[in-house]
């Protein structure tokens, strides 16, 4: 039995024909203890905050490395804390498990897993975007192509594999870093706010899905 479905989706080609987005805000590197304490205690009168975390790709088998790069992100300036010189401190903790202030990602229990091998951490206050999207029938769950359908640029993943335990993090490092938490904010921000009709989108499709019946014999 075959059942049609409308999905909103975008393709790989069309994502690369769009323009490349770019990050425009403030941004603040946190490589102390004394830096952290200061952002935590700003990023804690915020309702929402925009989450990501970056980690040092591994190209061995069986290599692995924690979490470098915490962005927490306000919807004017994006806070990236070096977590490989400063660990995860007591204030900014407080932060991702404070359930009063609303914290935006995306597939965010990676990230609790890998925070986790960094310290015990209980997360509260966490919207997944890849869950909330589907109400608005987007089916894409990476945050470029989010981004994209909502906003008709292109986010540029080419840092994605750089070195983010590096002495210094370069310019292009930080921005997109920056822009990976603020993304989300913005993606959040843009549906709760009712701007996007998912039935007027130009990436509106119909798919058709095979459902299987499934016959029960019964026996004498």
Not at 33 to 44: F, G, I, R, Y
Not at 86 to 102: P, Y
Request: aromatic share 8%; glycine share 4%; charged share 25%.
């Amino acid at each position: 039995m075959e059942e049609k479905q409308k999905i909103i989706t975008i393709s790989k080609e069309e994502l690369s024909t769009l323009p490349a987005a770019s990050y425009e805000g403030r941004i603040v590197l946190i490589d102390t203890p004394e830096a952290a304490k200061d952002a935590a205690q700003k990023l804690s009168k915020e309702k929402y905050i925009g989450f990501d975390t970056e980690t040092k790709p591994s190209f061995k088998r069986g290599q692995s490395h924690t979490v470098a790069l915490l962005q927490l992100s306000s919807h004017t300036e994006c806070y990236l804390f070096r977590l490989n010189h400063i660990g995860l401190t007591e204030e900014v903790k407080n932060i991702l498990e404070d359930a009063n202030i609303i914290k935006i990602g995306l597939s965010i229990h990676d990230d609790f897993h890998n925070l986790n091998k960094i310290c015990s951490l209980t997360p509260a206050g966490f919207i997944d975007l890849q869950q909330y999207v589907k109400k608005f029938l987007i089916a894409d769950n990476s945050l470029a192509r989010i981004y994209a359908i909502l906003f008709d640029h292109r986010i540029s993943k080419g840092q994605r594999l750089t070195n983010w335990e590096a002495e210094e993090l370069t310019p292009h490092q930080q921005c997109y870093a920056a822009l990976d938490a603020l993304a989300c904010i913005r993606i959040f921000d843009h549906l709760e706010a009712g701007l996007f009709d998912p039935m007027q989108s130009r990436h509106l499709k119909e798919i058709v899905i095979e459902n299987e019946i499934e016959n029960e014999n019964t026996g004498d």
